[in-house]
Antibody, heavy 121, light 107 residues
Framework: QVVESGGGVVQPGRSLRLSCAASGFSFSYYSMHWVRQAPGKGLEWVSLISNDGSKKHYADSVKGRFTISRDNSKNTLYLEMNSLRDDDTAVYYC????????????????WGQGTMVIVSS | DIQMTQSPSSLSASVGDRITITCRASQGISDYLAWYQQKPGKVPKLLIFAASTTQSGVPSRFSGSGSGTHFTLTISSLQPEDVATYYCQNYNSAPITFGPGTKVDIK
C-alpha cells in the first residue's frame, strides 16, 4: 500500500512537501506517479519518477514549480511544491505503475487515499 | 500531448442494462489504455489495462476493447454498486493523460 501525507492549507506563493510512504512491495523496482484531483473535477496526472530516480516527467501545469523525488532506502516518494497557486488546490494521490522496471508503459494499480492541499489566502 | 475524450459525459441506465462508454485519443496509442472506476468519495480503482485486460478481482461484467484511437468500456449488466465515474487513461507516453470522465448512475 501507499500512504500520502503532508497536505494542508497554504497561502498562494508558498511551498509544501508531500510524502508517500510505500509498504508491502519492493518500492525500489517501481516507477511512481503523482495524480491530483481538484474538488468536483477529474483526474490530472502531475509527475512521474522512474524506479531509480533517473527519469522524471512533469505536467506543463506544474513544470518549473514542482519537483518529484524518492528515497528508496526509506521507501518514500516526495513532491516538493513551490510557488503554489489557487488552481493547485486538489487531492493529491500517489500511485504505482503496475509493472516493475517500466517507465510510462503501464497502468496504475496501487493508489493511496490521497492528501488534500488547499491553496488559499 | 495526446488528448483524451470520453462520451457520453454522463448516463443513467437501469439495473441489468448493458452500457458502453467510448474513449478516443487524439493520436494513436496502440493499446496503452486503461480504465478506472472512481466511486463517490473513493480512490480510483484500476479496472482494465492494455485496453482489454481485466484487472484481477474485477467482475466479469466489465470488459474493454479497442486499439489505436478508439476504445470502449462495456458493463454487460449494470449493478447498483457500479454507480461511479469512469476515466480512461493514456499511458503510451508522457505526459500521461486522462479522459474527462463519464458519470454513471441508476435510473
Amino acid at each position: 500500500q501507499v500512504v500520502e501525507s503532508g497536505g494542508g492549507v497554504v497561502q498562494p506563493g508558498r511551498s509544501l512537501r508531500l510524502s508517500c510512504a510505500a509498504s508491502g512491495f519492493s518500492f525500489s523496482y517501481y516507477s511512481m506517479h503523482w495524480v491530483r484531483q481538484a474538488p468536483g473535477k477529474g483526474l490530472e496526472w502531475v509527475s512521474l519518477i522512474s524506479n531509480d530516480g533517473s527519469k522524471k516527467h512533469y505536467a506543463d501545469s506544474v513544470k518549473g514549480r514542482f519537483t518529484i523525488s524518492r528515497d528508496n532506502s526509506k521507501n518514500t516518494l516526495y513532491l516538493e511544491m513551490n510557488s503554489l497557486r489557487d488552481d493547485d488546490t486538489a487531492v493529491y494521490y500517489c500511485a504505482r505503475e503496475a509493472t516493475l522496471l517500466v517507465v510510462v508503459g503501464d497502468a496504475f494499480d496501487i493508489w493511496g487515499q490521497g492528501t488534500m492541499v488547499i491553496v488559499s489566502s | 500531448d495526446i488528448q483524451m475524450t470520453q462520451s457520453p459525459s454522463s448516463l443513467s441506465a437501469s439495473v441489468g442494462d448493458r452500457i458502453t462508454i467510448t474513449c478516443r485519443a487524439s493520436q494513436g496509442i496502440s493499446d496503452y489504455l486503461a480504465w478506472y472506476q472512481q466511486k463517490p468519495g473513493k480512490v480510483p480503482k484500476l479496472l482494465i489495462f492494455a485496453a482489454s485486460t481485466t484487472q484481477s478481482g474485477v467482475p466479469s461484467r466489465f470488459s474493454g476493447s479497442g486499439s489505436g484511437t478508439h476504445f470502449t468500456l462495456t458493463i454487460s449488466s449494470l449493478q447498483p454498486e457500479d454507480v461511479a465515474t469512469y476515466y480512461c487513461q493514456n499511458y503510451n507516453s508522457a505526459p500521461i493523460t486522462f479522459g474527462p470522465g463519464t458519470k454513471v448512475d441508476i435510473k
